[in-house]
């Protein structure tokens, strides 16, 4: 059976930075360790005013089309996920197929596009999407590119604003990958919840406490969905475990829950038992609540155990290496996480070719989906390739007032004339609006 998975890869991050211990901090009137031990970030990007989801996604999407040498001949289906969407009728990857299009000889007229929204899910179903048009024999030898594109912007003074970011991942998904082969097996958890949502409107309504229990039930329910299908997994099969990042405090709590489950009836729980007891199993209790009570007990002792912090180190804190300092970039976080994993690999020089990942993907709402991929050989060249240093490090480092003027520019509320704060060179820009009210853009080389 022909291998389908992820091609390439390539990240445009907001141009701007905010540091969140030493400017943002201060002025909230808290302790810069809430910041970065509780949420376990250093500082958030933001776009520039000429800079939004078209531009970030077309961008990422752009530097990866040169990298591969490919043309829009190449390109026969471009799907869009965000749920920064500006427009209820016109998909953003038509915005984006005209600016590509301004810079390549051809066009994308014969491309199939289309928007995706899931919340944060929407990323990893477009690549389902793409998998299942090549698997379907459809995409007659061409390729599809996913684009997850957000401005992760919260109201001013929500619990939720140091975890704002702004980026886009753009992947190209195609049979005989250079990076990752994409499982047939898949795991669900899913439910109707109102734990995050945008009625309406531009900024988010967040139960926060509501969020972490839903993120958690759903990425339980998926685990044991896929392990339906897959068999039973265990901590050892997997040599890096992407989850959805909306900020890494979060991935803390879905790993030690996705440890304790995979280890149970293994040697490890055995090897626990003397120091923290045998995992608590629901037909020895009454009742659920005290069943769930003592899973919450044992694992709050498993978080103490060498056994696990190992693991730890080693399979979950690679992910988190950009989300600690880009934010939550919404549709695009479970991608980066997976692209930190592979560039921590990549610098200590592991032999990963023929080796597993198992991904978790979230979405508000509520949806989980876990699925896994084995790394194929050249994937050292396809992520090398991508400059996340460098763009990290290119950024502008704005003060708490300018991100104030940021955060207003980007409020679809106000109008406000700011200066950019960053020159534009080789890359998309926003140029303001047309006669129908659509948003403009063109190529500044």
């Given amino acids: 059976m022909t291998a389908v998975g992820i091609d390439a890869i390539e990240i445009w991050t907001g141009k701007l930075r905010l540091d969140l211990p030493n400017t943002f901090a201060p002025e909230m009137g808290e ?45 026969g289906r471009i799907d869009v ?29 014969h491309a199939n596009k289309g928007e995706r929204k899931f919340a944060c899910l929407a990323g990893t179903q477009s690549i389902d999407d793409a998998y299942n048009w090549i698997k379907a024999g459809r995409n007659r030898g061409r390729a599809a590119l996913v684009i997850a594109t ?21 992947m190209l998904i195609t049979e005989n ?30 139960d926060g406490k509501r969020s972490v229990q839903v993120y958690l039930a759903r990425m339980r ?17 997997f040599e890096y475990v992407p989850f959805h990042t909306p900020f890494p405090g979060m991935v803390r709590k879905a790993a030690v829950l996705g440890y304790r489950h995979t280890s149970r009836d293994t040697e490890i729980e055995e090897e626990l038992t003397d120091e923290i007891g045998r995992q608590p199993r629901e037909a020895d209790f009454e009742s659920r609540e005290e069943y ?51 560039r921590h690999a990549l610098e200590r020089g592991e032999e990963l070719a023929g080796k597993q990942m198992l991904v978790g993907s979230y979405g508000s709402g509520a949806q989980a989906e876990i699925h896994a991929e084995t790394i194929v050989d050249g994937w050292t060249e396809h992520v090398e390739a991508v400059e996340v240093e460098d763009q990290l490090a290119r950024r502008y480092d704005i003060s708490f007032d300018e991100y104030e003027l940021v955060h207003d520019v980007h409020n679809h509320e106000k109008e406000v004339d700011v200066e950019a704060f960053t020159t534009p060179e080789a890359e998309f820009v926003f140029t303001g609006w047309g006669r129908m009210n659509e948003r403009r853009y063109e190529y500044v080389e």
């Fill in 31 to 75: 302790d810069p360790e809430k910041y970065t031990k509780g949420l376990g970030l250093e500082s958030s990007s933001f776009p520039d005013v000429y800079e939004d989801i078209v531009t970030m996604g077309a961008n990422a999407a752009k530097r990866l089309m040169d990298r591969k040498g490919l043309t829009p001949d190449d390109i």
């Fill in 81 to 109: 996920a965000t749920e920064s969407a500006f427009d209820n009728s016109k998909p953003v990857s038509t915005y984006i197929a005209g600016c590509l299009e301004q810079v390549y000889d051809g066009d994308f007229h």
């Fill in 150 to 170: 957000d401005t992760a912007l919260y109201e001013r003074d929500d619990p939720g604003e140091a975890t704002q970011g702004a980026g886009a991942v753009a």
């Fill in 177 to 206: 990958p250079s990076i990752v082969e994409l499982s047939t097996e898949q795991g669900y958890g899913s439910a109707d919840e109102t734990d995050f949502l945008k009625p309406n409107q531009q900024f988010p309504s967040v």
């Fill in 221 to 237: 329910e998926a685990l044991e969905d896929y392990e339906s299908v897959s068999g039973d997994t265990h901590p050892d099969d």
């Fill in 292 to 342: 769930t009570e003592a899973i919450r007990d044992y694992m709050d002792d498993l978080k103490g155990m060498d056994q696990y912090r190992e693991w730890y180190a080693e399979t979950i804190e690679p992910t988190l290496s950009i989300s600690r300092n880009v934010g939550n970039w919404y549709t695009g976080s479970v991608h980066i996480a997976r692209l930190s994993a592979l």
